[in-house]
């Protein structure tokens, strides 16, 4: 009902800029004026071949110190704005004009290019409870509107959240590892024992959910895990 009153809200008002509020002269995606439009940073190599931070094409110095679980980790923007901006109204408004700018976006720089065909794609899942409160997993409908091709692929309920934790950006680098501990389970582990995988979510920050997520997989049997942010902070 709520995407239904937004989408008819959306033909009644003129649209605004995503990024700075600007109203628009037009409605075409991704909703941001060519000013804001400029600003977004997409990622290109060189990067880290583990985490993807753009720097060399070698390992870079965190990834030396600590492997993660997953094999590589792609992320399309730097999380700085207008980016920031969109994943907000993705997150807490479920904004419709948000989702359908990052499949723009996702189409420009295109999102499949940078990984092996899966065979599942697994979006990060959120705890029930916050499920039931936001109405909306915003990494699958991240997955959807960035991997259309591979729609078919994705499987929401295999990976699960089964512990609710604080959140990530309340906590450092150890207390995020610890947080997030024996948090995530896969449901049926045969369907990913052999399997290519790709994880999705919103922002990759220090990595530790993916890496959680990565474990659990690795611990069934996944033969190659990959991880999909649409932004990833700088160090
Ligand atoms: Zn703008
Ligand atoms: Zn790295």
Redesign the pocket.
């Known amino acids: 009902m709520r995407l239904l009153l937004e989408a008819l809200a959306e033909l009644l008002f003129p649209a605004c800029c995503l990024g700075c509020g600007r109203q628009l002269g037009f409605f075409h995606l991704p909703l941001l004026c060519t000013s804001c439009k400029t600003e977004v940073s997409p990622i290109f190599p060189p990067c880290?071949p583990?985490?993807g931070?753009p720097s060399t094409d070698k390992?870079?110095s965190?990834?030396l110190d600590h492997a993660f679980a997953f094999d590589q980790a792609r992320s399309l923007f730097i999380y700085q704005e207008p980016i920031k901006s969109l994943i907000l109204h993705l997150k807490f408004s479920g904004s419709l004009a948000g989702l359908s700018s990052f499949a723009a976006l996702a189409q420009e720089v295109d999102a499949a290019a940078l990984f092996h065909e899966p065979d599942l794609i697994l979006p990060v899942p959120l705890h029930i409870r916050r499920l039931r409160w936001r109405g909306f997993n915003q990494s699958l409908l991240l997955a959807k509107a960035c991997f259309p091709a591979w729609k078919e692929k994705i499987q929401p309920d295999l990976l699960q959240r089964h512990r609710a934790t604080v959140p990530q950006t309340q906590l450092d680098g150890a207390a995020r590892r610890s947080n997030l501990e024996g948090a995530f389970s896969i449901s049926k582990p045969q369907v990913v024992r052999g399997r290519r995988v790709l994880l999705t979510d919103d922002v990759f920050t220090t990595g530790s959910t993916l890496h959680e997520c990565a474990k659990v997989l690795r611990e069934a049997g996944a033969a190659e895990i990959a991880a999909f942010t649409v932004a990833r902070t700088l160090k």
């Open positions: 880290c583990c985490c931070v390992r870079c965190s990834c």
